[in-house]
């Protein structure tokens, strides 16, 4: 019962972070060669991220710990090579870095063959990536006029001192 219980959960976690990634997409139009290279190598990268985290997943249903550490060492390898298009804060770097980090720990769980410990570390990392993407989405607005291309740009969280109104 506790298997299926497991199973259900994460099934249902990997499914929303597969819609939540797709909604994350950011909008096809017609774009400067350079940029456009740059969203798709950021969906190739994003995809191998996510076959990876199905690749987890796959290893907790089947008790697979080998399957498990090879996917979790592959995000993580994928997460420190990657250059996303992203805000360049302590916001985003707090979440990239905690992606990291609980990449490391399912590696090191499967490794001792600890599945309840390793199902949880992949429920919270996939929680981690849910709030990053809703950060990185929402950090984004579309600046433009009706009827014209839009530009996108990040609205960064943390505003540099020089640019605050003085105090009197």
């Not at 298009?85 to 001792?112: M, W």
């Not at 309840?116 to 429920?123: D, I, L, P, Q, V």
């Not at 993407?133 to 929402?138: C, I, M, W």
Request: positive net charge.
């Amino acid at each position: 019962m506790k298997r299926y219980l497991v199973f259900a959960v994460t099934t249902m976690i990997a499914v929303g972070c597969g819609a939540l990634w797709l909604r994350a997409d950011p909008p096809q139009t017609k774009a400067d060669p350079p940029a456009t290279k740059i969203v798709e190598s950021t969906q190739v990268l994003m995809h191998a991220k996510l076959t990876s985290s199905q690749n987890v997943l796959a290893g907790l249903v089947r008790e697979n710990f080998a399957q498990i550490e090879a996917a979790a060492r592959e995000m993580k390898r994928i997460s420190e090579a990657a250059e996303w298009p992203r805000p360049r804060d302590t916001i985003y770097e707090h979440y990239s870095a905690e992606f990291r980090r609980q990449c490391g720990k399912l590696e090191v769980l499967a490794q001792k063959r600890n599945h309840e410990g390793a199902a949880f570390t992949y429920m919270h990392m996939t929680t981690i990536c849910i709030s990053c993407h809703d950060y990185v989405r929402d950090s984004l607005r579309i600046a433009g006029q009706p009827g014209r291309r839009a530009d996108v740009r990040l609205i960064p969280s943390e505003w540099p001192e020089r640019n605050l109104p003085k105090q009197r």
